[in-house]
């Protein structure tokens, strides 16, 4: 694996993708306080201080050598106002693995945004940190979640019954995943598509 960066902005055709600040939180509230965006989530709706405390552990973590966690603030190129996180921890340096999520405000649901940014940090987990394999852990109630995986070329590799305990309810976990042969023949396809096209 590469090593860590700081800072890292990534940049697609409408977005950029950049390091969490603190002063993101009344941003970063709209999404964290939705029940409607938290309900998948383990730690659940956020009030303002639980925002703050987030995007502190996040800068924290950004800093951190070596890197191991890669959270980043999703905007619109035009202003770079926060509209969600998208990131990458790679909990198994030794065996080039990361874990990925999508966060977006509810309002930014169903732009593409949500597969422009995974798109954007798939190459970068790939082809700037040389991972191996990359995975989304979702609840299979949400299908946003899995559509956007689907998406990007994630496949269903396993269903896990109950391993969640969330907001009082146990919960169900699928895990998808990407590995970097597979990405890297995705991207070359669809580049092959758009040109062609």
């Known amino acids: 694996m590469r090593d860590a960066m700081h800072p890292v902005r990534l940049e697609t055709e409408r977005l950029v993708l ?9 941003d970063a509230q709209i999404a964290d306080a939705d029940p409607e965006v938290a309900r998948f989530q383990a730690y659940g709706v956020l009030d303002e201080a639980g925002t ?25 190129a035009e202003d770079e106002r926060f509209l969600g996180r998208v990131g990458l921890a790679i909990e198994r ?22 597969t422009e940014a995974g798109q954007a940090l798939g190459d970068f987990a790939f082809d700037t940190l040389g991972l191996h394999r990359v995975y989304g852990d979702t609840d299979p ?8 995986l689907e998406k990007l070329g994630f496949r269903r590799e396993a269903h896990f019954r109950e391993n969640w305990l969330i907001n009082g309810e146990w919960c169900d976990s699928y895990i998808y995943a990407v590995l970097a042969p597979e990405w890297r023949a995705q991207r070359k396809r ?7 096209g």
């Open 52 to 76: 703050r405390r987030y995007l502190e552990r996040a800068v924290q973590a950004a800093r951190e050598t070596p890197r191991r966690t890669y959270d980043l603030a999703v905007c619109l």
């Open 93 to 114: 340096p030794a065996h080039l693995e990361a874990t990925v999520w999508i966060n977006l405000r509810r309002d930014r649901w169903r732009s593409g945004l949500a």
């Open 18 to 26: 950049r390091e969490l600040r603190l002063d993101d939180w009344r």
């Open 141 to 148: 109630r949400n299908t946003g979640s899995i559509a956007v």
């Open 190 to 196: 669809d580049a092959n598509v758009t040109t062609v």
